[in-house]
């Protein structure tokens, strides 16, 4: 008996882990979560139909138990949780996640509102005619088969697969470090594109998009995503696809109207969308809409009714489009198994190359199978005719030899399968009748050989034969009735255009009130309600106090400056309330610890103009420029950078513009006034060089800019305290180029070195 600790390895902590990780990724994309290009299945969608095969679930048999199909499953070929399983035939079966069916199923399969499935003691499945058209030929050595986990029983590598299921149903799956999202698409296109490739081997992503327009979702919809972008994506293998609800308007009596939504985006459940919906009405967030009610039987019929009748419906619904799922995004990620199993992103022509290589595979392995099976049958026939011809000393070999076998073997050369049939063979098979219809079938299988063999050997021929079987396909699945009696075929998502950019008002989205933004010297920020005055009884923490005071609306936006560099965007309708003393300002942008911010004003878009101010920024290190404030707007939390500061440098100035002279001050005291024309109007930029400053040496440190104003040279330039305010009206002295290192400041300069205290 071995030693159990003579195998012990010893090997690094990181070695072992990352040999298991590796193994267990490997298992995860290869084995649940990608799926076969050519089949466009996953492995536990596959053996459920494999097993549903050999329990003879066709779709002209009756039902079984889906506990029983799942428990097949488990114990045969997928050693997995039932749940998993079950989760799986569930969605083969639901005709609002497959555009095509695979399962047939009876009871309680869930529903568009997000209801799952009854217990699979209660429910009954079979397979669909698509699910036969993936098996067809499975049994004629077209695929390979490999053991099972517990090597018992066989399995398929991969189906026949004569319908083209991975771009007509999609899939969607998340292994270890990658994944795949492959919407639905109709098969009638589908099979249009693959024949046009078929005739044209080389032809572009281009031309198979006019056959092949966009997906086509089960539950309908509108595409209104941009050709450009849908071509890229097809072209690329990633990209998405806008998809929206479909829409009418529906008048009332009196003149007033309501919107009736009658599609649902791809897999957007209906009860939380309409729950969401009530949510944002009950939050003032959806101000035009008054209330929504679902009114579905079996078709989706979803009632939106608006505030008033003067609410124009499409500013309604891009209000709704923006703030809900009634508008969603398809991801396309075209990630999937090759023929050699190896996970990568194919574009659209690959795939249906692949598809149309996996198509040739199966005749040629299909036909040769049933050439083997004629060279079987042709080899007892010519047997038989043997025997026919020799029938009385074939009966007299029978009779009196003791080996019949060996003497019938060396008499007429025969084999030993030829030998073996006729001694097989019945009594009342001995009539004339019977050698004339043997004669008959020999020389049909004859000919049928022969025209196999012509077709194995002739490529052109086959691919006429698989263009053949295609539009098979087509006719037979891209006119086929449904269930519910409308044509599965037909298209059902309306590939539109983008629309038109509609400004929804910010109203619309928001109520409109009046309110004060606080933010105290320490950064917390709060708006309270009302216009209040900077005198009001105002609580601040122990050792606080405010810094800025802003009077707005729930409509505006709150643009912060932060010495990094970067713009922030925050919705004043997100900003805390009035309660306590607010929150932190870092709580609602991303502004790295080791920086402040500069500036804090209200962005306010409209006729007033205050949305188009310009606004002068600046570094410590004398470099600045001009920028548009609609240009500043972030949309994340991580703000949109603006200024590119240096490593040793960081910005101080962020102000709009009034003016038209420019005046610099470095802490030595050197102050520089400049025209404001010499400073340009820039995107995202270090700036130019305001004033030059001297570089560090040795224990010196390098001088910096440390204030930066913009005024009027007729007004003068206003500087010191508030106490004590003086006005420089003589400018020669100070005035010179954008650049220059300036003169000495003049007498009675704040003590601070800035402009003004």
Not at 488 to 501: K, L, N, Q, S, Y
Request: net charge neutral; glycine share 8%.
């Amino acid at each position: 008996m071995s030693d159990p600790a003579a195998e012990i390895r010893t090997r690094p902590l990181s070695e072992a882990i990352g040999e298991r990780y590796l193994s267990y990724a490997l298992s995860t994309i290869m084995s649940r979560s990608l799926p076969d290009v050519r089949d466009g299945l996953k492995p536990v969608q596959r053996r459920l139909l494999h097993a549903m095969r050999l329990l003879k679930l066709d779709p002209d048999q009756g039902f079984k138990k889906c506990a029983r199909i799942v428990g097949e499953v488990m114990g045969k070929y997928h050693p997995h949780g039932d749940s998993a399983i079950y989760d799986a035939m569930v969605r083969l079966a639901q005709d609002f996640a497959q555009r095509y069916p695979l399962v047939d199923g009876q009871g309680n399969f869930g529903n568009i509102d997000g209801d799952n499935a009854a217990a699979m003691r209660y429910t009954e499945a079979r397979l669909t005619d698509v699910a036969l058209a993936l098996l067809d030929g499975i049994d004629e050595n077209t695929v390979d088969f490999r053991p099972s986990y517990d090597g018992i029983e066989e399995e398929p590598v991969v189906l026949p697969a004569a319908f083209p299921n991975l771009l007509a149903n999609g899939v969607t799956g998340i292994a270890v470090g990658m994944a795949t999202a492959i919407p639905p698409h109709n098969v009638a296109e589908i099979c249009e594109a693959t024949l046009h490739l078929i005739k044209h081997p080389n032809a572009t992503i281009e031309a198979l998009v006019k056959y092949l327009p966009g997906p086509d979702f089960p539950t309908g919809g509108v595409l209104v995503e941009a050709p450009d972008s849908i071509l890229e994506a097809y072209s690329t293998g990633r990209g998405g696809f806008r998809l929206r609800a479909r829409w009418h308007k529906e008048s009332l009596k009196g003149g007033g109207y309501q919107v009736i939504v009658t599609e649902m985006p791809y897999q957007v459940q209906k009860a939380k969308l309409i729950e969401r919906i009530a949510d944002l009405i009950t939050a003032k967030k959806l101000v035009l809409l008054a209330d929504v009610r679902d009114e579905s039987s079996d078709d989706v019929r979803l009632v939106l009714e608006p505030k008033t009748r003067n609410v124009d419906a499409d500013i309604l619904m891009e209000s709704l489009f923006k703030a809900t799922d009634l508008e969603v995004r398809a991801s396309l990620n075209m990630n999937v198994l090759d023929a050699h199993g190896v996970p990568r992103v194919m574009t659209l022509r690959e795939v249906l190359q692949a598809f149309l290589d996996h198509r040739h595979e199966v005749l040629l392995r299909r036909t040769q199978h049933r050439l083997d099976k004629i060279a079987h049958r042709l080899e007892v026939l010519s047997g038989y005719l043997i025997a026919y011809l020799n029938l009385d000393e074939v009966i007299r070999i029978i009779r009196e030899e003791d080996d019949p076998k060996k003497e019938m073997m060396q008499r007429w050369s025969l084999s030993e399968i030829q030998v073996d049939a006729i001694l097989n063979m019945r009594l009342r098979a001995l009539r004339k009748l019977e050698e004339i219809e043997i004669q008959k079938e020999y020389d049909a299988l004859a000919a049928e050989q022969a025209d196999l063999q012509d077709l194995l050997a002739d490529e052109p021929r086959r691919w006429k034969t698989i263009a053949g079987q295609i539009r098979d396909i087509a006719k037979k699945f891209g006119k086929r009735k449904a269930r519910d009696g409308s044509v599965m075929g037909t298209r059902r998502t309306e590939i539109g255009t983008p629309p038109p950019v509609i400004e929804v008002p910010v109203e619309a989205v928001i109520e409109k009130e009046a309110v004060t933004v606080i933010c105290s010297a320490q950064g917390w920020i709060r708006a309270m309600k009302g216009h209040l005055e900077e005198d009001s009884d105002i609580k601040f923490k122990e050792g606080d106090g405010p810094d800025h005071f802003l009077h707005a609306e729930t409509t505006d936006k709150l643009l912060i400056f932060g010495s990094n560099g970067r713009f922030y965007t925050v919705a004043i309708d997100k900003l805390p309330k009035g309660r306590g003393h607010g929150e932190p300002l870092r709580l609602s942008i991303d502004l790295p610890n080791e920086h402040e911010v500069i500036s804090l004003r209200l962005h306010r878009p409209g006729p007033d103009g205050t949305g188009t101010q310009k606004l002068l920024m600046a570094s410590d290190d004398g470099r600045g420029f001009q920028i548009a404030e609609q240009d500043v707007i972030a949309q994340t939390r991580n703000g949109k950078q603006i200024m590119n500061v240096g490593d040793d440098a960081k910005a101080i100035a962020c102000f709009p513009i009034t003016g038209d002279r420019v005046a610099v001050v470095s802490d030595s005291r050197k102050l520089l006034i400049f025209p404001l024309d010499e400073l340009p109007e820039m995107g995202r930029s270090r700036g130019v060089i305001l004033q030059k400053l001297k570089a560090g040496q040795a224990l010196l440190p390098a001088e910096k800019l440390v204030d930066i104003v913009t005024f009027s040279a007729l007004e003068g330039l206003t500087y010191g305290s508030a106490a004590k305010v003086k006005k420089l009206t003589d400018l020669s002295e100070w005035l010179g180029k954008r650049g220059a290192v300036g003169k000495k400041t003049p007498t009675a300069w704040p003590k601070s070195g800035k402009i003004r205290d």
